[in-house]
């Protein structure tokens, strides 16, 4: 168990519906990093925050919005969905946004969208 | 860009066999380097880490050497257990603006171990 956590385990949606991923890091963690991982693309970094403020974006579509709250917790918000972002999404948190420092990930949300 | 070449899978081996997975990468700078095993249904679970050049990580009898003259971070075992079979994530971070350490994945190579 990494201490990181993430709901739903699982969910399905149609194309076209709206959809929130919520992560909690583990305790004292200031950074959290979203991860997308899909069978063509691979694992491929989506965004990160760092203590309430967006640090670094990645291959992240403008449909996906994330934020941390005040309480560290994060969201990342699908919209329009495709079918294309039925995926595998992963949220990882770290002590410190630098290189050394490494990232500890969640179970994984399974996105199925028909 | 920076990025990870991994060797590709599946690699199936035998119980006590010796294992290598080799990975390479391209990196401006002088990123970290790290090694992820995701076993089947599961996050990714750091496996071990190296920071700089001739750093060796090492973790639960696997180990890899940070080597910059060849750019490369080779994953091995002596001898793999069937509980090891798992897909393997080779992965760089760099320093990118301020502190922040996205990583960069290789594709993963899946590993089976046969009793």
């Known amino acids: 168990d990494s201490g990181v956590t993430q709901t739903p385990k699982h969910l399905i949606t149609a194309t076209g519906q709206r959809v929130t991923l919520r992560c909690s890091p583990r305790s004292g963690d200031l950074s959290v990093y979203w991860y997308q991982q899909s069978l063509d693309q691979g694992l491929q970094f989506l965004i990160q925050?760092?203590?309430?403020?967006?640090?670094a974006k990645g291959n992240i579509l403008e449909r996906f919005s994330a934020q941390q709250f005040p309480d560290l917790h994060s969201e990342l918000n699908l919209s329009s969905l495709e079918l294309g972002d039925s995926a595998l999404y992963f949220c990882?948190?770290?002590?410190?946004?630098?290189?050394?420092?490494?990232?500890?990930f969640g179970p994984g949300t399974r996105l199925t969208v028909t | 860009g920076n990025s990870v070449t991994q060797m590709e899978g599946p690699v199936t081996l035998s119980e006590e066999a010796f294992l290598t997975i080799n990975c390479t990468y391209t990196?401006?700078?002088?990123?970290?380097l790290f090694w992820y095993v995701q076993y089947p249904g599961e996050g990714l679970q750091l496996l071990l880490k190296a920071t700089k050049a001739d750093d060796k990580g090492s973790n639960k009898g696997f180990e890899a050497t940070y080597r910059k003259e060849t750019t490369s971070f080779h994953l091995e075992k002596g001898s793999v257990q069937v509980s090891d079979s798992a897909v393997y994530f080779c992965?760089?971070?760099?320093?990118?603006?301020?502190?922040?350490?996205?990583?960069?994945f290789g594709t993963g190579t899946l590993l089976a171990v046969q009793p």
């Open positions: 925050y760092y203590n309430g403020e967006e640090r």
């Open positions: 992965a760089l971070s760099t320093p990118y603006g301020g502190a922040t350490n996205k990583l960069i």
């Open positions: 990196a401006t700078g002088y990123p970290s």
């Open positions: 990882a948190s770290s002590v410190e946004g630098a290189a050394s420092y490494e990232q500890y």
